[in-house]
């Protein structure tokens, strides 16, 4: 079984007002240094069998039609190696 990881963001373009709020609550929290803070969505999919090309193209399809609205979203697909994996589920 492997995890493919779907991360969705909005654009640059796009205000992002949830990333402002906590963008502007930082310095009363006692964290300064942060110039900018965008707010986006992680999606983590388990596949079963191999992730090869055909099965990156289907998700890729999935995030493109279902998981990012593309017209404000950018979004990115990536196969989480074993090691990664196996650490997050302890």
Known sequence: MARVVVDVMLKPEILDPQGQAV???????????ISDVRQGKRFELEVD???????????????????????????????EEAAEVAGAAK
């Open 23 to 33: 963008q502007r609550a930082l310095p009363r929290l006692g964290f300064d240094g």
């Open 49 to 79: 069998g191999p992730v090869d090309d055909a099965a990156l193209a289907r998700i890729h399809d999935l995030a493109e039609s279902f998981l990012a609205n593309t017209v404000i979203e950018d979004f990115t697909v990536k196969v």
